[in-house]
Nanobody, 127 residues
Framework: QVQLVESGGGLVQNGDSLRLSCVLSGHIFSNYNMGWFRQVPGKEREFVAHIRWDGGNTDYADSVKGRFTISRDNAKNTVWLQMSNLKPEDTAAYYC????????????????????WGQGTQVTVSS
């Protein structure tokens, strides 16, 4: 059974930085493309960033491009989301997701592209 556990959320001020971590257990980490999404109450889950199974390709939502960086270490079964210059509009619950890497092309920007989800970690940015 694949499990994802996020950590690193918290309360920060406008302009601060924060790094989220997500550890996958129960399967071979390098079999999965990894993504980060976020969600605020009453809204749909929103794509934030994606990284290919080998770290060779990354993609970001326009709203975070240039401020957030996704990275992974397959030896540590871990994916990170480094968030810089945080803004109040970044406030949300952040979710890590794993999607089995296949030959079928996907954009990896939709929640339905992913098979497993973490429980979420709250990020709150005060103004």
């Amino acid at each position: 059974q694949v499990q994802l556990v996020e950590s690193g959320g918290g309360l920060v001020q406008n302009g601060d930085s924060l790094r989220l971590s997500c550890v996958l257990s129960g399967h071979i980490f390098s079999n999965y493309n990894m993504g980060w999404f976020r969600q605020v109450p009453g809204k749909e889950r929103e794509f934030v960033a994606h990284i290919r199974w080998d770290g060779g390709n990354t993609d970001y939502a326009d709203s975070v491009k240039g401020r957030f960086t996704i990275s992974r270490d397959n030896a540590k079964n871990t994916v990170w989301l480094q968030m810089s210059n945080l803004k109040p509009e970044d406030t949300a619950a952040y979710y890590c997701a794993a999607g089995m890497a296949t030959l079928v092309w996907r954009e990896w920007t939709m929640p339905t592209d992913y098979n497993y989800w973490g429980q979420g970690t709250q990020v709150t940015v005060s103004s």
